[in-house]
């Protein structure tokens, strides 16, 4: 009963390993893909510190793909430094894990009041050319939120770029992407997008950080199993009579 115990725990634990490297690319996917959207918004962040989660759970991917690698070599070995290694690193990702969850809550929380401390700077600093990158970041996310203005495209006609411009418009970047010949005319205020880009940056960036503690807590959960597994086996280990016999001859390595 108990070798079929033992022998349960290593197919659990080896498939374990099989799905470490699975989650080891799927947490630098994440990573890379919060990393990447928050640099598209960093022009409406001023704590750069807004990235750590990203980059810690790109760290803990790599170190997932080295994990996997151990954990299958030391169960099919059943070597018990091997073992005993996969379980202490796998106890630190687990922490690190913890860690992400931690600072994600965190700067989940700090999200809004860094887009509303810097979104009013960024939208004045606009002036309309491709070559500005403030002007580049709000036709972006104007683009890709699908939005206007920092509440609705009413906030622009306080802007400097709409007192210069003199043309009675806002940013094409304003345009809805249905609507063709669009010029930014608000005497067609149905052509623009109506809602503010402010609330819609804040829910994607929330969003995607809750993305990153979900993710976090899944695999934590999954590495908590590959622990236990690798405890059976190493606690199986050390009771199995010719391994006892080898340490009372001192000849286990």
Same mark, same amino acid.
């Not at 989650?23 to 890379?32: D, E, K, S």
């Given at each position: 009963?108990?070798?079929?115990?033992?022998?349960?725990?290593?197919?659990?634990?080896i498939?374990l390993?099989l799905i470490?490297?699975a989650?080891?690319g799927?947490?630098?996917?994440?990573?890379?893909?919060?990393?990447?959207?928050y640099?598209?918004?960093?022009?409406?962040?001023?704590?750069?510190?807004? #990235?750590?989660?990203?980059?810690?759970?790109i760290? !803990?991917?790599?170190? $997932?793909?080295? =994990?996997?690698?151990?954990?299958c070599c @030391?169960?099919?070995?059943?070597?018990?430094?091997?073992?005993?290694?996969?379980?202490?690193? #796998?106890?630190?990702?687990?922490?690190?894990?913890? !860690?992400v969850?931690? $600072?994600?809550? =965190?700067?989940r929380?700090?999200?809004? @009041?860094?887009?509303n401390?810097?979104i009013?700077?960024?939208?004045?600093?606009?002036?309309?050319?491709?070559?500005?990158?403030?002007?580049?970041? !709000?036709?972006?996310v104007?683009r890709?939120?699908?939005?206007?203005?920092?509440h609705?495209?009413?906030?622009?006609?306080n802007?400097p770029?709409?007192?210069?411009s003199?043309?009675?418009?806002?940013?094409?970047?304003?345009?809805?992407s249905?609507?063709?010949?669009c010029?930014g005319t608000?005497a067609?205020?149905?052509?623009?997008?109506p809602?503010?880009?402010?609330?819609?940056?804040?829910?994607?960036?929330?969003?995607?950080?809750l993305?990153v503690i979900?993710?976090a807590?899944?695999f934590?959960?999954?590495?908590?199993l590959?622990?236990?597994?690798?405890?059976?086996?190493?606690?199986h280990?050390?009771?199995?009579?010719?391994?006892?016999?080898?340490?009372?001859?001192?000849?286990?390595?």
């Amino acid at each position: 009963m108990g070798q079929c115990g033992v022998i349960s725990s290593k197919t659990v634990l080896i498939f374990l390993n099989l799905i470490f490297w699975a989650t080891a690319g799927i947490l630098c996917y994440i990573g890379a893909y919060v990393f990447i959207t928050y640099d598209d918004y960093d022009h409406f962040f001023e704590d750069i510190y807004t #990235l750590i989660p990203s980059v810690v759970i790109i760290a !803990v991917g790599t170190l $997932l793909f080295i =994990i996997g690698f151990i954990g299958c070599c @030391a169960t099919i070995r059943e070597s018990h430094c091997g073992l005993a290694a996969f379980s202490a690193v #796998l106890l630190l990702v687990f922490a690190t894990e913890v !860690v992400v969850v931690v $600072l994600g809550y =965190i700067y989940r929380a700090k999200v809004e @009041a860094e887009v509303n401390h810097s979104i009013q700077k960024v939208y004045y600093e606009y002036n309309g050319t491709s070559s500005d990158a403030p002007s580049r970041a !709000v036709d972006y996310v104007q683009r890709q939120l699908h939005c206007c203005g920092i509440h609705n495209y009413s906030d622009w006609m306080n802007s400097p770029w709409f007192t210069e411009s003199r043309n009675h418009s806002v940013p094409v970047s304003c345009c809805k992407s249905t609507i063709s010949n669009c010029t930014g005319t608000l005497a067609r205020p149905g052509d623009l997008y109506p809602e503010g880009c402010e609330a819609l940056m804040v829910k994607k960036l929330k969003d995607i950080m809750l993305y990153v503690i979900l993710a976090a807590l899944t695999f934590a959960a999954i590495q908590m199993l590959g622990l236990l597994c690798a405890c059976v086996v190493l606690c199986h280990r050390g009771h199995h009579p010719a391994y006892e016999l080898l340490v009372s001859t001192g000849l286990d390595a």
